[in-house]
């Protein structure tokens, strides 16, 4: 992976010196701990956004064509699967 130019990051005394300590115990240097972090923060918020989009997506398809299951044929089809069932979902009505 081609890093691209240096990105200058400022930090409170108190949060480098944590950083700093925490790389140490690590056996990691502190820039590559920042790194971690900022990749595992952008693909999490990467993830919400995805969510956020398909919940937003469902409720479109919903409003457009009425379709939708209850409440309680998804949590019993949800049961099947936390049970280990191959359990095909429910099927949507009006």
């Known amino acids: 992976m081609a890093l691209s130019p240096t990105t200058s990051l400022k930090l409170e005394a108190g ?11 690590r056996r990691r240097s502190a820039h590559w701990l920042m790194r971690a ?16 989009e398909d919940a937003l997506a469902a409720w479109t398809d919903f409003e457009r064509t009425g379709r939708h ?3 309680e044929e998804a949590d ?15 099927i949507p009505h009006e």
Request: overall charge negative; aromatic content about 4%.
């Open 15 to 25: 949060l480098k010196e944590r950083l700093r300590r925490l790389a140490n115990l």
């Open 76 to 90: 019993a089809w949800l049961e099947r699967l936390e049970a280990g069932e191959d359990a095909q979902p429910p």
């Open 37 to 52: 972090a900022i990749e595992q923060y952008v693909e999490r918020e990467e993830a919400r956004e995805r969510l956020k």
């Open 69 to 71: 299951v209850t409440a």
